[in-house]
């Protein structure tokens, strides 16, 4: 059973870190609370099915192809939705649902309310330590990980990342320093939803193509960047390796209950949080800022 | 025949992701997964199992497995999922298959548990005219004294209004997803059953 919980918990730890880095780095260097984060990755779970089914690409071309098309109307949305909101941040808020709520509903109007499956990039299963792994649920973990420390080494090795962290650590003087924050704000969004849009490709295979797929992985995302710390990277991947074991360990000792791993993991986030408003990184984010 | 329960697991209707219920019931050494599912966790359910070739029969009550979509939902995953159905074709009654046929016709797809309501109406339309009225208490002494060839099976009403249960009656129709296609397969007498399969074989 330890093994069950260490692979369950690392897989599912491995989506959730994709969607919620993404929304804590735009939350980060914009102070956009993006709650369409999650409907841009059924977006791309969408798109990957009508490339790979229904036009009946390669895999190696609509996989890319789905992220660059979410990713670049991203930024479309950005530069006509958000952007001019921006100083208002319930707008903002405000703004995205609706836009999630508009995605949903033209999804269920293009592709009507069935659930949909995508076809294995990777068939076949894996038994490691006594525990069944299909292959698919490898490539995710190693497209998660891959896709996290390109976002830290971008982040961190290039002038763009340094852009980046330098408008999250105060907008105002990156501004005076001659940054134009408006556009590391149009890359942050895209990077963030470029990796919102690779957790919807690759984790599309394993989960179901609906137009509400988006609410669920919502609420644990939020529970994940709260538990974590609002806007900061290492809580938000530690939040979601937190709330993928939790998930998995309730499932296993409480069977009967599997149904509540989603209220147990949002319970810890509420006694973490009233233990540490802040969250678990609050203050060292605060102290990098 | 005896059989032990060797565990009891209730997914959230709307879990997208079952792993950790499936290993846990693989742990737990099941032969048989019987599924009381509806929502996309059937779809979830159905795939996820197929894609960890396990060894345990689903059978139950899964009601995505009783759309033609199912098959394509699970990207071809679940062979052997079975479930109760309503509809197939079979002669449960010599309404069923012309039934299932214009539905099919009409709707491009086939009918669930739903289209039971077709039954429903024309009992209650036999009701009415038999009664010379639309009030219910006119109507409830007539249907609890009706036999009703219906397209699912034969409706009668027991001293609780509940549809009488059982072999020439109304059974429902056990379905098992074979290859892409829905396998009626109980009740065995009924005209059209064709063999459950188990996985492996």
Not at chain 1, 49 to 74: C, D, G, K, R
Not at chain 1, 117 to 124: E, F, H, Q, R, V
Request: charged share 15%; net charge neutral; with cysteine.
């Amino acid at each position: 059973m330890f093994q069950d919980i260490l692979i369950t918990g690392l897989v599912n730890g491995g989506v959730y870190a994709l969607l919620a880095v993404g929304f804590s780095l735009i939350f980060g260097v914009a102070r956009i609370v993006n709650i369409a984060h999650t409907a841009f990755y059924m977006l791309a779970a969408y798109c990957f099915y009508m490339l790979l089914v229904q036009y009946e690409l390669h895999f190696a071309i609509a996989a890319p192809l789905a992220v660059i098309a979410v990713t670049a109307f991203s930024v479309l949305c950005y530069r006509l939705v958000i952007e001019p909101l921006r100083e208002h941040e319930s707008a903002v808020l405000i703004a995205t649902i609706a836009l999630a709520l508009i995605f949903q509903e033209a999804m269920l109007i293009k592709f009507g309310g069935n659930y949909l499956g995508i076809p294995s990039t990777l068939d076949g299963v894996a038994v490691l330590a006594g525990v069944t792994i299909p292959y698919q649920r490898i490539l995710i973990l190693v497209v998660a990980a891959a896709a996290l420390i390109g976002t830290w080494l971008m982040l961190y090795k290039t002038r763009l990342g340094l852009a980046i962290r330098s408008t999250a650590n105060d907008l105002e003087v990156a501004n005076l320093m001659g940054m134009n924050v408006h556009r590391v704000a149009m890359a942050t969004v895209a990077i963030s939803v470029g990796l919102a849009s690779v957790a919807g490709v690759v984790v599309a295979p394993v989960f179901v193509v609906d137009p509400l797929m988006w609410l669920s992985p919502l609420v644990t995302m939020l529970a994940i960047v709260v538990l974590g710390g609002l806007g900061s990277l290492k809580g938000s991947l530690i939040g979601a390796l937190i709330i993928g074991y939790v998930e998995a360990i309730t499932v296993f000792a409480l069977p009967q209950g599997a149904f509540l791993k989603g209220a147990v993991a949002l319970s810890i986030m509420v006694v973490v949080l009233l233990a540490r408003p802040e969250g678990l990184f609050g203050v060292v984010f605060e102290e990098e800022r | 025949m005896k059989m032990d329960v060797v565990g009891l697991w209730q997914p959230s209707p709307n879990a997208t992701d079952v792993t950790a219920e499936l290993s846990a019931i693989d742990r737990a050494g099941a032969d048989i997964v019987f599924t009381l599912l509806s929502g996309p966790v059937g779809v979830v359910v159905g795939r996820q199992m197929g894609e960890r070739n396990m060894k345990a029969i689903a059978f139950g009550i899964n009601v995505e497995a009783q759309k033609d979509a199912f098959w394509q939902a699970t990207a071809g995953k679940a062979n052997y999922v079975a479930t109760i159905d309503t509809f197939a074709d079979v002669e449960m009654t010599p309404k069923t298959i012309p039934f299932q046929k214009a539905f099919k016709a009409r709707y491009k797809k086939s009918p669930i548990y739903t289209a039971g309501t077709y039954d429903a109406l024309h009992i209650i339309k036999d009701a009415i005219e038999k009664a010379g009225s639309t009030e219910s208490e006119k109507l409830v002494p007539v249907i609890e004294k009706m036999s009703h060839v219906g397209t699912a099976g034969t409706l009668e009403f027991d001293k609780r209004h509940d549809p009488v249960w059982g072999p020439g009656k109304s059974t429902g129709i056990a379905v098992q997803w074979q290859n892409g296609e829905q396998v009626p397969f109980w009740p065995p007498n009924v005209k059209g059953m064709k063999p459950f399969k188990m996985p492996g074989k």
